[in-house]
T-cell receptor, first 111, second 115 residues
Framework: SQTIHQWPATLVQPVGSPLSLECTVE??????LYWYRQAAGRGLQLLFY??????ISSEVPQNLSASRPQDRQFILSSKKLLLSDSGFYLC??????????FGPGTRLTVL | ELKVEQNPLFLSMQEGKNYTIYCNYS?????LYWYRQDPGKSLESLFV?????AVKQEGRLMASLDTKARLSTLHITAAVHDLSATYFC???????????????FGEGTQLTVNP
């Protein structure tokens, strides 16, 4: 079966510091991968998606970037965090039965 | 731009009662998803609705899709406390196999079931 891993689970970072969140998927190959952010008490906003290695599409302009260095690895980064980058970051992959499955998430607090 | 609206956003109900959550969306799509989120947790997939008239049921929850009305409903039957959670609908802006699926989420319905 397929599994999504995300780390770290929680992160507290000062404003202006860099960020790297990692997502890996097991049990599938060439998955479509997604990064979402959920602000407190809100719905999910799609940030980036990738249909293959090195292929990244951005949904909204922002302070973040994404990379896909390997087939089952998706990384979310920032060079300098802003207060508004705080939130719950969820990685997801799209399965063969038209389902989109979510990882456990990373809760980021920028102080 | 695809917009997805859920109502109500907050729902407090008693155990044993029935209620319906509505999900309206603004542009054509034939793929709609329902998710559950417990506090501090990730999203759990509940239903995937892939065609007009699709109806799926799991336990006390039943979801339906009317693509012509651009409306999906999540019906709760004889609610129990364990159903307390936030429920999200999401609409797929599927643009073909090369681009993959992209989901637009509603704001969520926070459901509280009181004993």
């Amino acid at each position: 079966s397929q599994t999504i891993h995300q780390w770290p689970a929680t992160l507290v970072q000062p404003v202006g510091s860099p960020l790297s969140l990692e997502c890996t998927v097991e049990g599938t190959s060439n998955p479509n991968l997604y990064w979402y952010r959920q602000a407190a008490g809100r719905g999910l906003q799609l940030l980036f998606y990738s249909v293959g290695i090195g292929q990244i599409s951005s949904e909204v302009p922002q302070n973040l970037s994404a990379s896909r260095p390997q087939d089952r690895q998706f990384i979310l980064s920032s060079k300098k965090l802003l207060l508004s980058d705080s939130g719950f970051y969820l990685c997801a992959w799209h399965g063969g039965y038209n389902e989109q499955f979510f990882g456990p998430g990373t809760r980021l607090t920028v102080l | 731009e695809l917009k997805v609206e859920q109502n109500p956003l907050f729902l407090s109900m008693q155990e044993g009662k029935n209620y319906t959550i509505y999900c309206n969306y603004s542009t054509t799509s034939d793929r709609l998803y329902w998710y559950r989120q417990d506090p501090g947790k990730s999203l759990e997939s509940l239903f995937v609705l892939l065609s007009n008239g699709a109806v799926k049921q799991e336990g006390r929850l039943m979801a339906s899709l009317d693509t012509k009305a651009r409306l999906s409903t999540l019906h709760i039957t004889a609610a129990v406390h364990d159903l307390s959670a936030t429920y999200f609908c999401a609409v797929d802006r599927h643009l073909g196999s090369a681009s993959g699926s992209r989901l637009t989420f509603g704001e969520g319905t926070q459901l509280t079931v009181n004993p």
